[in-house]
């Protein structure tokens, strides 16, 4: 069977290696965020997504409470943390920022000419908000692509010393699970752009059609962190990170952790927390939208939210 | 830990076994080397993956006349991130144990265009127990293609591009197993039957 699979693909690549085929997707706008009639919510109403623009002037006691800065992964949209924050609003006294990475989210024109870098810049246009406004105990979840994000923002020291409190990596991809994607450079051209397969559901929320040229964004940024981390470096001072990772992901690939755990250190030098998970799902936080959903998806995705809770209010 | 040790034994069965099969080859009378021997090289391999590693390492190269008239090669090779990237950084530590036999067009000239079958083992060390659930071996099924270049000295060139077949896939095999690979070996004729 996977003989079968191999030369099938390869006889998918050949015949458009012939045919150098290229064509736009075909988009239902109604139904796929990858059309001009769904956008992601936090663009409507940011107030009800990011606390910078929620809370003109914040009490001391706001100031002082804890505020989380989720981030979702490629393709993906502020619905990949909703979960958590209705969790969070039943269970704890935290401060939410949902924030929408760049190029994402709208069209899929937009996203198709976005970089790994206008990605990026929300985030820190919301931690520099935060910090502005006087906020003091930041922290940061990120799933997927939005770990290789936080990890180049934590080398290149645009997040310092005492910036962040706790990072939280759900399923960081360093390394990708899918192997085609690092010879997106030679076939991606000829396929113009991959398909996914999303449900339903997830057709409102993530692209159902991802551009090459982001694949070579993402390739660009996964292996830039790849490389930092084969250099290795520290995490900020008074900075706690801890991961989470599947290890049965079909998109990062659980080596991403051996990376990580090899590649980063605490500020004093000592090992960072992490905690392989027996699941077969990419990002474990996010169940809604999802087809065959287990009862021990929903016990995982529990712990890891009650886990993070607990570290948050340590 | 356990898993660790039967891989590691393995690994150490694999190597001894094909070292015994080259060191077999060599301790046959100069006789039956005439016979079956027509070169018998061995040289320094580089290897580098697509977007991932330098590998690094020794490769035995072998032709008889009794197989297929010389156009036939077979080789050994150990290349590992040890002496590539892992020297002195984080990469992750692995090595590939590498049997291959090649078709070399041109066989008489200087310039032989080639193409070759790749099979052997894999081993990379994660060197935790938090990752002993993940895979970290897998059996290497490769093939690659490229040019060999004998100059008038005793140092023949290859280059090729080669793709694995059975790369990680996030659900199985070792994550760190890419698909487009690319060598350099740098041959030292050790025998030679004119």
Not at chain 2, 9 to 27: R, W, Y
Not at chain 2, 115 to 140: H, K, P
Request: net charge neutral; proline share 3%; aromatic share 12%.
């Amino acid at each position: 069977m996977k003989a079968k699979n191999i030369l099938f693909k390869l006889f998918v690549i050949f015949v458009l290696l012939l045919t150098g085929c290229s064509d736009e997707p075909t988009i239902d706008n109604s139904t796929m965020l990858d059309g001009d009639q769904i956008f992601d919510a936090s663009i409507y109403n940011p107030e009800n997504y990011l606390v910078s623009v929620a809370i003109d002037n914040p009490t001391t006691i706001q100031k002082n409470t804890p505020v989380i800065i989720a981030t979702h992964g490629y393709s993906a949209t502020t619905f990949e943390w909703d979960e958590f924050r209705n969790y969070s609003d039943m269970n704890a006294n935290i401060l939410i920022s949902q924030v929408l990475l760049g190029g994402h989210g709208r069209t899929y024109e937009e996203f198709k000419n976005s970089t790994w870098k206008d990605w990026q810049t929300p985030i820190m246009n919301e931690y520099n908000a935060l910090r502005d406004k006087g906020y003091t105990n930041i922290n940061f979840a990120g799933s997927s692509t939005a770990c290789a994000l936080m990890l180049d923002l934590i080398k290149t020291n645009k997040i310092g010393d005492n910036g962040l409190k706790h990072i939280f990596l759900i399923d960081p991809i360093v390394i990708p699970s899918d192997k085609s994607l690092t010879l997106i450079g030679l076939i991606g051209p000829m396929l113009g752009y991959f398909e996914s397969t999303n449900t339903t559901t997830e057709d409102s929320y993530y692209y159902r059609f991802k551009p090459q040229e982001t694949l070579k964004e993402l390739l660009n940024l996964t292996n830039k962190v790849r490389k930092d981390l084969q250099n290795g470096f520290n995490l900020p001072q008074n900075t706690q990170m801890k991961v989470y990772k599947s290890t049965n992901d079909d998109v990062a690939d659980a080596v991403s952790a051996v990376l990580l755990y090899k590649g980063l250190k605490n500020n004093d030098g000592s090992k960072i927390n992490i905690q392989m998970i027996d699941s077969k799902l990419h990002v474990v936080t996010r169940l809604d939208g999802r087809d065959n959903i287990t009862q021990e998806d929903i016990d995982i995705q529990k712990q890891v939210f009650d886990d993070m809770l607990m570290i948050i209010a340590q | 830990m356990k898993k660790k040790k039967n891989d590691l034994q393995k690994k150490l069965v694999f190597t001894l076994f094909f070292l015994a099969s080259f060191l077999c080859i060599e301790a046959q009378t100069s006789e039956s080397k005439k016979d079956w021997v027509k070169d018998l090289k061995i040289g320094v391999r580089m290897q580098k993956a697509q977007k991932l590693y330098w590998e690094n390492g020794l490769a035995i190269d072998f032709t008889s006349p009794k197989i297929a008239n010389n156009r036939i090669h077979l080789g050994f090779s150990y290349v590992t991130t040890r002496l590539g990237s892992a020297m002195g950084t984080n990469a992750i530590k692995q090595d590939n144990f590498l049997f291959n036999l090649g078709y070399y067009f041109r066989h008489q000239k200087k310039l032989q265009p080639f193409i070759r079958a790749n099979t052997g083992y894999f081993y990379a060390d994660y060197e935790s127990d938090i990752f002993d659930d993940l895979s970290n071996t897998a059996v290497l099924l490769s093939i690659d293609t490229g040019v060999s270049y004998e100059f008038n000295t005793p140092i023949t060139i290859n280059l090729s591009a080669g793709y694995n077949l059975n790369t990680g896939t996030g659900v199985s095999g070792p994550g760190t197993l890419y698909p487009l690979f690319y060598q350099l070996s740098v041959f030292y004729t050790l025998f030679k039957k004119s």
